[in-house]
């Protein structure tokens, strides 16, 4: 079975600095999808970034940046020049290809906290 | 275009009563997804459907059953509630084409169990 382990429950950063949050998971399958979602206090959970497993180049959506290392497991969140409104939960989740897309596993999330 | 919806956002049941979750999709989307999300469990996936179909169901037990309308729309249903059942339930809705497609989530129904 598919798991996926963020080991940071809280995370702090100050306006305008960089931060990263981690994510490792574990499979034996080879094709996957690896996504970061973030919940904003208001609840409403929102696709940060999207990775898909067969493409070496780490993805970027303008601030939000990932690291995949595919042989390490590992899938971590770089956030730059981070704002007040990045201030939210934050999980990894996985999804097999060859199954449903519906089933997201999702880690158990990181607190992240904007300071100004 | 609207956002995926659920209602209600609030309830309040009491232990052995069922309980009834709506969610509407995106236009367009075919695909709805269930999630609990619990403080000590996190996020665990429930079912999914797709065409009014069952196609994926995550280790619940048979007290969580959902179902799929002809306009993509869902409902989840719990009976004999238990206290445990306390939690925020979401729902997505996703093109559900052969590749991944973004999910989006509804903004939940937080259902508390007396």
């Known amino acids: 079975a598919q798991t996926v382990t963020q080991s940071q429950p809280e995370m702090s950063v100050q306006e305008a600095e960089t931060v990263t949050l981690s994510c490792t998971y574990d499979?034996?399958?080879?094709?996957?999808?690896l996504f970061w979602y973030k919940q904003p206090p208001s609840r409403q959970m929102i696709l940060v970034i999207r990775?898909?497993?067969?493409?070496?180049q780490n993805a970027t959506e303008n601030r939000f940046s990932v690291n995949f290392q595919k042989a390490a497991k590992s899938f971590s969140l770089k956030i730059s020049d981070s704002q007040l409104g990045d201030t939210a939960m934050y999980f990894c989740?996985?999804?097999?290809?060859?199954?449903?897309?519906?089933?997201?596993?999702f880690g158990k999330g990181t607190k992240l906290s904007v300071k100004p | 275009k609207a956002g995926v919806t659920q209602t209600p956002r609030y309830l309040i049941k009491t232990r052995g009563q069922q309980v009834t979750l709506s969610c509407s999709p995106i236009?367009?989307?075919?695909?709805v997804s269930w999630y609990q999300q619990t403080p000590g469990q996190g996020l665990q996936f429930l079912f999914e459907?797709?065409?009014?179909?069952?196609?994926n169901k995550g280790n619940f037990p048979g007290r969580f059953s959902g179902r799929q309308f002809s306009n993509s729309r869902s409902e989840m249903n719990v009976s004999t509630l238990e206290l445990g059942d306390s939690a925020l339930y979401l729902c997505?809705?996703?093109?559900?084409?052969?590749?991944?497609?973004?999910?989006?989530f509804g903004p939940g129904t937080r259902l508390t169990v007396t």
């Open positions: 997505a809705s996703s093109l559900a084409v052969r590749t991944a497609a973004e999910q989006y």
């Open positions: 499979t034996s399958e080879s094709n996957y999808y």
């Open positions: 990775q898909e497993a067969y493409k070496q």
């Open positions: 989740a996985f999804m097999g290809y060859g199954g449903s897309q519906g089933n997201l596993i």
């Open positions: 236009s367009g989307h075919r695909s």
């Open positions: 459907y797709f065409s009014e179909t069952q196609r």
